[in-house]
């Protein structure tokens, strides 16, 4: 049963209003405030930092906290002061968003990098990318969290010695200790369908 605070008053009892708990507040409403309070109390954003962005389209159930978690960027007010939204709910699927990483793993052109590699392909097959292309399982393929789409690569399997050429389109892998996630046709290729996970050395061309 709920009952009305009260106070005494120069000898008067005065019904007083209800107080609700603070605790109930949505984190999404409170991420919001706050966001647009640091917004107001900066003349411009921060400048980026020195790595170059990322542009991720947005897919359906997406969020500022899962897109971050899915790149070496957690914080989502970070990724909202980039894009200039003031409240994390805006976002829609297929709005384009520039991403910073605040760390990532370096790949120079000319410069093999070995790399811990896994495959997709059918489950996936002609599903929208990152970079907005239609999947196709059978094309040389790959997804990498932090290289430009359209960046051509040269993959090397030490194990067997097998070569293959294949476009970064998409973004991924979201596994842990995994850097590079290529077409069912570039596992096929570097022969290690069946194995499923394997090293690669990967080389910008």
């Keep these: ?22 605790a109930k507040k949505v984190p999404e409403e409170h991420f919001s405030k706050v966001l647009q309070a640091d ?5 411009a954003p921060p400048p980026p930092s020195a790595n170059k962005p990322i542009e991720y389209i947005v897919k359906k159930g997406d969020t500022l906290w899962k897109i971050g978690k899915q790149f070496s960027n957690p914080d989502p007010r970070q990724i909202a002061k980039d894009n200039g939204l003031a409240n994390p709910n805006l976002i829609r699927p297929g709005q ?4 910073y990483p605040s ?12 790399m811990v590699a896994s495959w997709y392909g059918p489950e996936y097959h002609n599903k929208p990318t990152a970079s907005g292309e239609r999947f196709d399982m059978n094309k040389n393929t790959l997804a990498h969290k932090t290289l430009p789409f359209g960046t051509k690569v040269r993959l090397v399997n030490p194990e067997n010695g097998k070569v293959a050429e294949g476009v970064v389109n998409d973004r991924g892998p979201f596994i842990k200790n995994r850097q590079v996630d290529v077409s069912y046709a570039l596992a096929k290729e570097l022969g290690f369908v ?12």
């Design 1 to 22: 049963m709920e009952m009305d605070l009260i106070s005494i008053q120069t000898g008067n009892i005065v019904p007083q209003t209800k107080i609700e708990s603070s």
């Design 39 to 43: 917004l107001r109390s900066e003349s």
């Design 96 to 99: 384009r968003l520039l991403i």
């Design 103 to 114: 760390s990532t793993q370096t790949v120079q052109s000319g410069v093999v990098t070995e």
């Design 194 to 205: 069946k194995k499923g996970v394997t090293k690669l050395n990967l080389e910008i061309i």
